[in-house]
């Protein structure tokens, strides 16, 4: 078995460093023997024998720089844990990545200038990054409220501006154009309405979810724009879109036994056919 010669030759190597005193390698050797056995481990209680692990290296190296190393390592077990998170399920992990972002602000104001505290602010920065998402139906009811499906990390605040246009435009639009270019273009289009929203904020880091209210519309071809900055700067900003159509139209068809389809052109509501249609 090729895992019992790895685990035996992390022992010697382990051995013949100690002998050494080569303290920096033992502790290089530790962090590897400590992923291989954790990634191939079947033991129920591997979690806990992991972070037992650590925070006995933590103390042997308390009189080290290296020590930053550790206790990022015992950050980097929360935060890889964190996303086993399930909102609405249970509350077990969702104070992970709150766990790991203490303990990496600890490593930075304590051991500055050591690679465990450049390692603990790289991780900083993924925690604490911005994320977000718009989902929209495919089509919306007429003279009625909607609502739009937001998804979004370490944001509490979003700015909504909706746009007009039409399919034919979007869609020759979008075949050239995209990113920044196209978040400007989009915003230069004609302004249907604006409203800024507050989102719930745990300040847990995770991701969340919430469905927000879109005021009434006319019928048409719309682009929900959605910005952490007020004038929707696309650079230092978290920006979002999606097209939003709004009709009291539907459409389905028919494939017909003697060839051909039928369509049939419906209101959206009643199901009632609409008279004089032409697709």
């Not at 709150?98 to 050591?114: D, G, L, M, R, W």
């Not at 003279?143 to 869609?171: E, G, M, Q």
């Not at 879109?241 to 009291?248: A, F, G, P, R, S």
């Amino acid at each position: 078995e090729l895992k019992y010669y790895a685990i035996n030759l992390f022992k010697d190597l382990y051995n013949f460093n100690l002998k050494t005193s080569n303290l920096s390698a033992v502790l290089d050797l530790e962090f590897e023997r400590l992923d291989f056995a954790y990634s191939y481990s079947k033991n129920e209680l591997k979690d806990s024998l992991f972070l037992e692990t650590l925070n006995y290296l933590q103390t042997e190296f308390k009189n080290s720089k290296r020590v930053a190393e550790v206790k990022h390592r015992i950050a980097l077990y929360y935060y890889n844990k964190s996303s086993a998170y399930v909102p609405l399920q249970s509350d077990l992990y969702k104070d992970f990545k709150q766990k790991a972002h203490q303990i990496c602000t600890e490593i930075t104001k304590e051991y500055p200038n050591t690679r465990g505290a450049q390692l603990a602010f790289n991780t900083i920065n993924t925690i604490t990054s911005k994320a977000l998402k718009l989902t929209s139906e495919q089509t919306n009811d007429v003279n009625l409220p909607n609502r739009v499906l937001v998804n979004y990390t370490n944001i509490n605040k979003l700015y909504f501006k909706i746009v007009k246009t039409d399919y034919f435009a979007h869609s020759k639009l979008t075949a050239k154009t995209y990113g920044e270019k196209l978040f400007e273009k989009l915003h230069t289009l004609p302004e249907a309405l604006k409203f800024t929203q507050s989102l719930p904020d745990d300040k847990d880091f995770n991701n969340h979810s919430v469905e927000i209210k879109i005021p009434v519309l006319e019928p048409g071809y719309y682009i929900l724009l959605a910005s952490t900055d007020e004038k929707f700067e696309y650079n230092n900003a978290i920006n979002s879109y999606q097209t939003y159509i709004v009709t009291d139209i539907a459409t389905t068809y028919n494939r017909k036994k003697e060839g051909g389809i039928e369509f049939f052109v419906l209101n959206r509501t009643s199901g009632e056919p609409l008279e004089n249609a032409s697709i």
